[in-house]
């Protein structure tokens, strides 16, 4: 999209402008003795756009070890909120993200999804410290997705939530296919409860013999996803289910990728970012992702540089038989300040022509739980109710995902950069099969 959007509220543009006035968003402090860290990634070059500090902690008032001068190459070595860990003169430190460029003359190595093992019952923590809340306890055995290192600490996601566990009592995991979901079959009419507790509102009742996907335990209670929703249900009226079907590959099933403008239709532009060079590049690695590591049938509205009416895109969803529509976007403002990702769902308003209205939320919901958890660096705006065309006159479950403002300095360094918008493709990659899975 690259229209303002006047009809925000007051309150969401102050708080806006506060959220700019802080200092680099990072989840908490980080001291520089606490990073040495066993992770092991393929280093990246970055190149400075500015003469750029070096400094010894990721902060703006971390001691400067030397100024980098623009245009030099810096290897890249983590992501610690709005800062890049890195390499440059013998030196190790931190440099605004904002103000790095990735290499072009780099070959760039995605690091796909990392799984690890847990070794023993683990904690997963709200924070990466010994005493940060206890979210759940992992039991020993069960995979958990790798986000990122802290310390000595992994952010991981697991069972739906995300936080921090020991490094030391996890493994690689050996298997190098994706998880696969865990499924239960309801042994009778079971309610599915907003909490584990019998007093727990009800958010509805699943008929007896449906199959259910385990997310966790909590005490005699599993948390489970069903219809679109997740919620917690007795464990002894569930059994383990005996099909043999692996529930997380998408085969048979069509995802409709729309890659936003194109042709004399630029989208948003700021300098000689284009928007729809910016939605058709982050649509192919949505694509291959999908169909690659979740094994679905992907169809994409364009694939090259050509114009599309939006009427044309909805009508080629419908041609291509697709469970699901997922349009691309970056967004854009005359107030630089304005920043953040956020998907667009339907309305109950009479412009809403799509049946799928609850399902266009949950999908939409669950990609942007995914982008949040998978890049904390760009604020989470959440899921709007919006009339967009694409979306409620669609016939499938459908949203738009606008992936950042290309005009908000940190935004745009994410939406440049081949690494974020590889993270962008696979955060919505997840979110759609976590959709589809807990859907169909
Ligand atoms: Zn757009």
Do not use: C
Not at 24 to 32: G, I, K, T
Not at 35 to 44: F, I, K, N, P
Not at 153 to 180: D, F, M, N, P
């Amino acid at each position: 999209m690259n229209t303002p959007k006047p009809s925000w509220p007051l309150k969401l543009l102050i708080s806006s402008s506060l959220v700019l006035t802080g200092t680099a968003v990072v989840p908490f402090s980080l001291s520089s003795t606490g990073l040495d860290t066993g992770r092991v990634e393929a280093a990246s070059t970055y190149t400075t756009t500015a003469n750029l500090n070096l400094r010894k902690s990721a902060s703006t008032s971390g001691t400067i070890l030397l100024t980098i001068p623009s245009g030099r190459s810096v290897t890249y070595l983590g992501t610690y909120g709005s800062w890049y860990k890195v390499s440059y003169g013998g030196q190790t430190g931190y440099v605004s993200a904002q103000y790095v460029k990735v290499s072009t003359s780099s070959t760039m190595t995605t690091t796909s999804t990392k799984t690890y093992t847990t070794t023993v019952n683990l904690n997963l923590r709200k924070s990466a410290s010994p005493t940060g809340t206890i979210l759940l306890t992992i039991p020993s055995g069960r995979n958990v997705t790798y986000l990122g290192t802290y310390g000595s600490w992994y952010k991981v996601s697991y069972g739906g939530q995300t936080g921090y566990v020991s490094a030391q009592y996890v493994k690689v995991s050996t298997s190098t296919t994706t998880t696969t979901a865990k499924t239960y079959v309801t042994t009778v009419n079971l309610n599915l409860r907003k909490s584990a507790s019998s007093t727990g509102t009800i958010l509805l009742t699943i008929p007896s013999g449906r199959s259910v996907t385990y997310l966790g335990t909590y005490g005699s209670w599993y948390k489970v996803s069903y219809g679109g929703q997740t919620g917690y249900v007795s464990s002894q009226y569930l059994k383990a289910s005996t099909t043999t079907t692996n529930t997380s590959t998408g085969s048979g099933r069509t995802i409709v990728i729309d890659a936003g403008h194109g042709g004399y239709d630029p989208g948003a532009v700021y300098g000689s970012v284009q928007e729809k060079v910016l939605t058709l590049d982050i649509a192919k690695r949505l694509a291959s992702t999908l169909s690659g590591t979740y094994n679905y049938n992907v169809r994409m509205t364009r694939s090259t540089d050509t114009y599309l009416s939006l009427a044309n895109r909805v009508s080629l969803t419908k041609s291509y038989n697709g469970s699901a529509f997922v349009s691309l976007h970056a967004n854009s403002s005359t107030n630089a300040s304005y920043h953040g990702h956020e998907v667009l769902v339907p309305t109950t308003e009479s412009y809403t022509t799509n049946p799928y209205v609850s399902a266009s939320r949950n999908l939409g919901a669950s990609i942007n739980r995914e982008l949040g958890a998978r890049i904390p660096t760009i604020r989470n705006r959440g899921v709007k109710y919006q009339n967009v065309y694409v979306v409620g006159k669609n016939s499938v479950p459908s949203t738009l995902v606008e992936y950042g403002f290309m005009t908000n300095q940190n935004d745009r360094a994410h939406l440049t950069s081949t690494t974020y918008r590889q993270r962008m493709a696979e955060a919505t990659a997840s979110g759609i099969h976590q959709f589809m899975r807990s859907t169909y």
